[in-house]
């Protein structure tokens, strides 16, 4: 005997109704999250900037050539010949590294920095916070609205240029790639063993590239480890205090430590719950 099916309580159509609203509101965000990303990277400076071609420079030295097959005036020309080409190279590296450094503060005026970090999904721009809004960007954009995610910046105690650069960033949680996420769970071995270097881009000056010396996971109250106003000639004492600290290491840290002039410390909290009581300290050198 076929039973009659039971219609649907009013209770049991509420949840299909909320299971489908909230389930249709998480694709929306994650669209526009993984949109948003897309947009930042399209737009980051870092790879115009490190455009270098080594063969151009090497044959400029007369070395490309078999000495002994030419004489020396056409050494000479096929080395001028090879200087101009390196230099026409480097102006269109130039030209690219504006044209994407314009369309970067088009979309986030102010914009102090751009940070990549290779085996990581970072790829962002980088804001200065000031003195009298330390957290600004905690919860707003570079337009000025109120935006949740925020933006990474720089302490208002740290500058991008200084020897010791510090910022902060989101993150978001649930997989995330946006923002400081990728490097919540980095104080661990594992994941921060996947690092690769760390880009630094500032508008108007060549890109500069970091190395991972260390990560660690840190209560949020715990702000002595952070030092500001280093001279490049301090900084490997200070980093030595971190990596006592340290809960992960690339195999030579110590002599990479002491051998460093410049300092990129990220940071963002370990988790997406708010308010998360651990931070993830991710330190790069050069």
Request: charged residues 20%.
């Amino acid at each position: 005997m076929v039973r009659p099916r039971r219609k649907a309580t009013w209770a049991t159509r509420l949840f299909g109704l909320l299971a489908i609203a909230c389930f249709g509101g998480a694709a929306v965000l994650w669209g526009c999250s993984e949109a948003r990303h897309a947009d930042e990277v399209s737009a980051a400076p870092v790879a115009a900037l490190l455009e270098v071609d080594d063969a151009f420079s090497e044959s400029a030295s007369g070395d490309a050539t078999t000495p002994g097959a030419q004489h020396g005036a056409q050494r000479i020309a096929n080395a001028s010949d090879a200087a101009g080409a390196n230099a026409r190279s480097v102006a269109a590296a130039s030209e690219r590294a504006r044209q994407s450094w314009e369309r970067a503060q088009g979309l986030y005026p102010g914009v102090a920095a751009w940070v990549v970090v290779e085996g990581t999904a970072v790829s962002s721009p980088v804001m200065q916070a000031t003195s009298n809004a330390p957290n600004y960007y905690l919860n707003h954009n570079a337009w000025g609205y109120t935006d949740a995610t925020g933006l990474p910046y720089l302490d208002a105690r740290s500058s991008a240029t200084e020897p010791v650069r510090i910022l902060y960033g989101h993150n978001l949680g649930w997989g995330s790639s946006e923002r400081l996420s990728p490097l919540a769970d980095a104080w661990q071995e594992g994941a921060f063993s996947e690092l690769g270097e760390a880009t630094w881009a500032v508008p108007g000056m060549r890109s500069e590239r970091f190395a991972p010396l260390c990560a660690l996971k840190v209560a949020s109250t715990d702000a002595g480890l952070l030092s500001f106003d280093l001279s490049s000639e301090e900084v490997p004492a200070w980093l030595g205090l971190l990596l006592a600290k340290a809960s992960a290491k690339v195999g030579d840290a110590e002599a990479l430590a002491s051998e460093a002039r410049d300092a990129l410390v990220l940071i963002t909290c370990t988790n997406g719950v708010h308010p998360a009581n651990d931070r993830s300290v991710v330190v790069f050198v050069r």
